[in-house]
């Protein structure tokens, strides 16, 4: 990998969440890994059943911990890192979530200044471990105003905090189709893991929707926990008829439903009413790059990823009647939805994976630079 201007030379990556594994997070640090512009680049990370293939495909040195009981991994993360660090000796290191604190504070000790990304549900989960990532870093990088300010209430230093916006590809850019035939439908892709991103309260506006719009159909792409609950909520609410739970999908299958759909809704909301939550939302870009308008939430970092009124609606998160007429807006009015859309797409060209990486590689190579602080 040559070595770009303002590079920032010799770069260690530790992160318990990277590809194949699914998740914004995951997606982020795979981008980053492969188009940041350094001299050379490792990874520390942990295992995956199609880790050996995925890695195979990609020209990026992955170091992978076997999985093993949660307790144990940040603890085997810091061994596997420290090793790499004394065989590669980077320049500087990137966590990609604080959960990797403990590791951040080995290598600080040992001389190697560390970036730290802040996101936004580790703020309500792990406060204690975020304000001690959040003091003892030598840069932080928020991927939203929302997270910014999480960051600085739990200490870090404002000096010290970036804001650097997830991307999206860009090869995605400009490859709607929209149907002219076919039911009007409306598309969220989340995992069914966390009761925050408002499969709930989408249930609940799908009834409101149904009335005003007929045939109105919901599809939902992802997985978890939580569908079992979803489903049966569904048929209590008598529309179980017009709910698709797709599950799991591969890329090509999500993004032939990004084609097919007519407007992308998520509205994710603050799970304590102030920390947590949506830290940016990359399906919002996904979702924009399609050409789709999109419903989210005006909390947390979701108005980060959309254009008020230009590529999409903001609406209350916690109010369903709220979120149906904003449904209904567009679906019952699909030349304004597709204008929309059509900003959409140029929105989301905004976002280029590559933008992320160059301003990521700026703040790494100004704290390799300068040094442990």
């Known amino acids: 990998m040559p070595e770009a201007a303002g590079a920032a030379g010799r770069v260690l990556i530790v992160t318990p969440d990277y590809p194949p594994a699914h998740g914004g997070i995951q997606i982020l640090m795979g981008k980053l890994a492969r188009l940041l512009p350094v001299a050379a680049l490792h990874v520390v990370t942990l295992d995956h059943p199609e880790a050996a293939g995925h890695d195979r495909a990609h020209a990026v040195s992955v170091h992978r911990v076997a999985a093993r009981p949660r307790r144990l991994r940040i603890g085997a993360l810091s061994v596997r890192a420290l090793a790499c660090a004394a065989r590669f000796h980077p320049d500087v290191s990137l966590l990609g979530h604080v959960a990797a604190a403990p590791v951040g504070a080995v290598l600080r000790a040992a001389g190697i200044p560390v970036v730290t990304y802040a996101h936004a549900e580790e703020f309500r989960v792990w406060p204690a471990r975020s304000a001690f990532a959040m003091r003892r870093a030598d840069a932080v990088i928020a991927v939203s105003r929302h997270t910014r300010m999480m960051a600085l209430d739990a200490g870090a230093p404002a000096d010290r905090v970036h804001l650097i916006h997830h991307g999206v590809d860009p ?3 400009g490859a709607a189709h929209r149907p002219g035939a076919g039911p009007p439908t409306v598309l969220t892709v989340a995992r069914m893991r966390d009761p925050h991103k408002g499969h709930d309260v989408m249930l609940h506006a799908m009834t409101l929707v149904r009335h005003r719009v007929p045939e109105a159909r919901w599809v939902v792409v992802g997985d978890g926990p939580l569908r079992p609950r979803y489903q049966q909520l569904a048929h209590q609410l008598g529309i179980a008829g017009a709910v698709d739970f797709i599950g799991a999908a591969a890329d090509a299958e999500r993004d032939a439903w990004l084609r097919r759909a007519d407007v992308f809704a998520m509205p994710t909301r603050l799970p304590d009413g102030k920390r947590g939550g949506e830290g940016f939302g990359i399906a919002y870009l996904e979702a924009a790059a399609h050409g789709l308008p999109v ?57 280029a994976w590559q933008r992320t990486a160059d301003q990521v590689a700026d703040v790494l190579h100004s704290v390799a630079e300068r040094g442990v602080r």
């Not at 916690?318 to 900003?343: C, K, N």
């Open 171 to 173: 090869a995605a850019a």
């Open 295 to 351: 419903v989210a939430a005006n909390a947390g970092g979701a108005p980060d990823a959309v254009d008020p009124g230009a590529t999409g609606l903001l609406v209350d998160p916690t109010d369903h009647r709220q979120v149906a007429d904003a449904l209904v807006s567009l679906l019952a009015e699909p030349a304004r939805a597709r204008a929309m859309g059509e900003r959409a797409i140029e929105w989301a060209g905004r976002f």
